[in-house]
């Protein structure tokens, strides 16, 4: 394996890295300017909010780690394995944060996309890490694949977040 294995993904992380970094800023005035709408509890936050960080930061991390001028895979393969596994206990803290969280009901899209669509993303790092040197082109589609998931993911929450409080604001001030 050698640099030009990498080569042909540095347009991709370009792009995918930078999203990832003015998303997160994004959501930071987001939560600014819908936080004095309606206050947020800490406990939803931690279970609908933070999640959308944690998982833009997550593509910012991958996007420079696989950006770096490696000379081989098996390093960056231990670290978004690595990557992958704290994901993985990370969304097992998120689906006991949405059970414990008494301020909404999270439904099945609120499951999928918090839980078991992150969970994959996470899952297919920690195995394409361990079969990174047996296939490096099909393991390097893995992880931007798992990077767009979750960037995806953290989109449609931070969207769904946004739009919830809107909606909550509105029946606040109408008084339903």
């Given at each position: 394996m050698?640099?030009?294995?990498?080569?042909?993904?540095?347009?991709?992380?370009?792009?995918?890295?930078?999203?990832?970094?003015?998303?997160?800023?994004?959501?930071?005035v987001?939560i600014?300017?819908?936080?004095?709408?309606?206050?947020?509890?800490p406990?939803?936050?931690?279970?609908?909010a933070?999640?959308?960080?944690?998982?833009?930061?997550v593509?910012?991390?991958?996007?420079?780690?696989?950006?770096?001028?490696?000379?081989?895979?098996?390093v960056?393969?231990?670290?978004?394995?690595l990557?992958?596994?704290?994901?993985?206990?990370?969304?097992?803290?998120?689906?006991?944060?949405?059970?414990?969280?008494?301020?909404?009901?999270?439904?099945?899209?609120?499951?999928?996309?918090?839980?078991?669509?992150?969970?994959?993303?996470?899952?297919?790092?920690?195995?394409s890490?361990?079969?990174?040197?047996?296939?490096?082109?099909?393991?390097?589609?893995?992880?931007?694949?798992?990077?767009?998931?979750?960037?995806?993911?953290?989109?449609?929450?931070?969207?769904?977040?946004?739009?919830?409080?809107?909606?909550?604001?509105?029946?606040?001030?109408?008084?339903?």
């Open positions: 050698n640099l030009t294995t990498f080569a042909g993904w540095e347009n991709f992380y370009v792009i995918v890295g930078s999203s990832a970094g003015a998303l997160i800023g994004l959501q930071f987001v600014t300017l819908v936080a004095e709408r309606l206050p947020p509890s406990e939803t936050t931690d279970a609908f933070t999640p959308s960080v944690i998982h833009f930061a593509v910012l991390l991958l996007s420079a780690l696989v950006s770096a001028p490696w000379t081989g895979i098996v960056v393969a231990l670290l978004w394995g990557v992958g596994l704290s994901g993985i206990v990370y969304t097992i803290v998120v689906a006991r944060r949405l059970r414990t969280q008494t301020q909404y009901k999270p439904v099945f899209e609120d499951w999928l996309c918090h839980v078991h669509l992150p969970f994959a993303a996470y899952a297919i790092l920690v195995g890490a361990f079969v990174a040197r047996s296939y490096t082109r099909k393991v390097l589609f893995c992880v931007g694949a798992s990077a767009l998931l979750l960037l995806f993911v953290g989109i449609h929450n931070a969207w769904d977040a946004a739009t919830y409080v809107i909606a909550q604001g509105r029946r606040k001030s109408t008084g339903n």
